[in-house]
């Protein structure tokens, strides 16, 4: 069935270093990845997609990557500040007519100051 | 330009029983999904509704079902409530366009089954 695995599920940074999270996703249709934060008690808040046609986007300090062949994307998040920490989750979409989108089980991303 | 909304925020209900949750989506936006989320966990896709139309299903049994009014804002309606369907409900809504639209959550619902 449809998949999205997600990697690490913890991850800690010193506050400045990198982060990356890593997706793996089942369903080759799929043609849309979002991904979200979530920071505790609240609801869950886009901050970078990329579509199928695309194989890099960045915006400012986050950029995501996108290999169809080995259907895997990542996130990269650089010079990390403590209020990044929360959990983030990665998500594959597919469908014209009305779509599905299935979501990774998260990473908690913690930025020690 | 208001963006997306859900009631009730906090729910208890007792096994068995019946719970309708509400959701209006963000001002433009014709397409309402529906997840839930358990603690710890990712949200998982119940439903999408579109043009008043369950459009596309996740694996959640019958006792799940939805419904979406003229003024695009939906309802998700769950029978026969289990302890296991004690968990934060969200909807999403989003502009139809085919495929792939970005979606945006409401608060969410927090549903406790004692």
């Known amino acids: 069935g449809e998949n999205v695995e997600q990697h690490p599920s913890t991850l800690s940074v010193q506050e400045g270093d990198s982060a990356v999270i890593k997706c793996t996703y089942s369903?080759?249709?799929?043609?849309?990845f979002p991904w979200y934060k979530q920071e505790l008690g609240k609801r869950p808040q886009l901050i970078i997609d990329i579509r199928s046609n695309v194989g890099e986007k960045k915006d400012q300090r986050i950029a995501v990557t996108l290999n169809k062949t080995a259907k895997h994307f990542s996130l990269h998040i650089t010079e990390t500040q403590p209020e990044d920490s929360a959990v983030y989750f990665c998500a594959a979409s597919k469908g014209t007519g009305g779509f599905k989108t299935i979501f990774g089980a998260g990473t908690r991303l913690f930025v020690k100051a | 330009d208001a963006g997306v909304t859900q009631s009730p925020t906090h729910l208890i209900k007792t096994r068995g029983q019946q719970v309708t949750l509400r959701c209006s989506p963000k001002?433009?936006?014709?397409?309402v999904s529906w997840y839930q989320q358990a603690l710890g966990q990712g949200p998982q896709f119940i439903f999408q509704y579109y043009e008043e139309e369950e459009r596309q299903r996740g694996n959640f049994p019958d006792r799940f079902s939805g419904h979406q009014f003229p003024n695009y804002s939906s309802e998700l309606n769950v029978n026969a409530l289990l302890l296991g369907d004690s968990a934060l409900y969200l909807c999403a809504s989003s502009f139809y366009s085919g495929g792939g639209e970005t979606q945006y959550f409401g608060p969410g619902t927090r549903l406790l089954v004692l």
């Open positions: 001002s433009g936006h014709d397409t």
């Open positions: 369903d080759s249709a799929s043609n849309y």
